[in-house]
Structures are given as C-alpha cells and as structure tokens.
C-alpha cells in the first residue's frame, strides 16, 4: 500500500512518503504544494492524508483535483483542517480557507451542492465520515467524537456558538 503523507511539516510518518515545501529531517519528496502538477504519477497512492495543511493553500478546488489526479480510484483522502469558527481558525494569519461539515458536498455525486454545481470541479469523491474534534465534554484536550448522536448536536450547537467543533476531519473515498 502506497499512503502519502501531503504537506507533512514536523509530523513524520513512517510508511508514508512525507511530502512539504521544505527540506526537514525526514522529508521525502519537496515539493511546493501550490505549483501544479504534483510530481506524482496519475492513480500513485491508495491513501492520502492531510492534517492541517488544506486552510494554508490558496486553492482547494486545485489542490483536491490534483488529490483525486494522483489517488486511485477507491483510494481513501483524509483531510483534517479547523473548524470554520473555532478559535484556532480564525486567528492564524496563514489561513486562507474556512471549511464547514458541508464543504466537500460539492465534490460529492450524492450531494445536492454538487448535483446543482458540477461545473465547480470534475474531481469526484464519496463522503465516508466526518469525524469532529471537540474540547466540550473533556475542557482540556480535544477528543474525536464518533457517535453520530452527540457529533450532529455538536455540529448543531456550533452553528451557534463558535469554539464547540475545533477540528474537523472528512474521510474520502476517490470515485471515477
């Protein structure tokens, strides 16, 4: 299995191709992510992986077609940014983009945002899970809230008050 670990900074991951900007101590492949194409080979990897990486580029629609370029198909894309209106969104000056639970329907045959806009992107991916991120049961760490029951209250309750939801993470399934 060929898993790439894209826009990995400091969090080096074994069996992962580590790929950033920069030439750290583990870096495998530099490469900045905002110059397309990406120097990968189309369908190269069965998993991708982003963790905090897609609210610093200037285009997610590009980067996510060139994900879906390089991802075979039935290849799983994890991405995991903040939270449109959790605090750590909104005060880093390098964010460039807000991502809500709704934000990847638009790459989402099944989903009414992409079956009404499909001249957004031509790159197509299965929603499999959104997982979220919260401090609200725990006050001092985040926790990965999997119960669909109390994730769709934390959602609800973010809509109104910000800092509920910190984290969101979407699990991806490539589709061609």
Not at 24 to 52: R, S, T
Not at 93 to 107: A, E, G, L, V
Not at 132 to 159: D, E, H, P, V
Request: aromatic fraction near 18%; glycine fraction near 6%.
């Amino acid at each position: 299995m060929k898993r790439l670990n894209f826009g990995c900074g400091n969090d080096i991951r074994y069996g992962y191709i580590n790929l950033d900007n920069f030439n750290g101590p583990g870096v495998d492949v530099i490469h900045d992510v905002e110059n397309f194409p990406y120097p990968f080979k189309d369908d190269d990897f069965d998993e991708i992986i982003l963790i905090n990486v897609l609210e610093h580029l200037s285009n997610p629609v590009k980067v996510l077609e060139e994900l879906h370029r390089i991802v075979k198909p039935g290849g799983q894309v994890v991405i995991r940014v903040p939270y449109y209106n959790a605090r750590d969104m909104y005060t880093d000056p390098t964010h460039k983009s807000f991502f809500s639970q709704y934000s990847f329907d638009y790459f989402d045959p099944s989903k009414k945002h992409c079956q009404e806009r499909p001249y957004y992107s031509s790159a197509r991916f299965k929603i499999l899970d959104i997982g979220i991120y919260t401090k609200l049961f725990t006050m001092f760490f985040y926790r990965k809230i999997s119960n669909q029951i109390i994730k769709s209250f934390c959602l609800w309750l973010a809509g109104i008050f910000g800092n509920v939801v910190w984290v969101i993470e979407f699990d991806l399934e490539a589709i061609r």
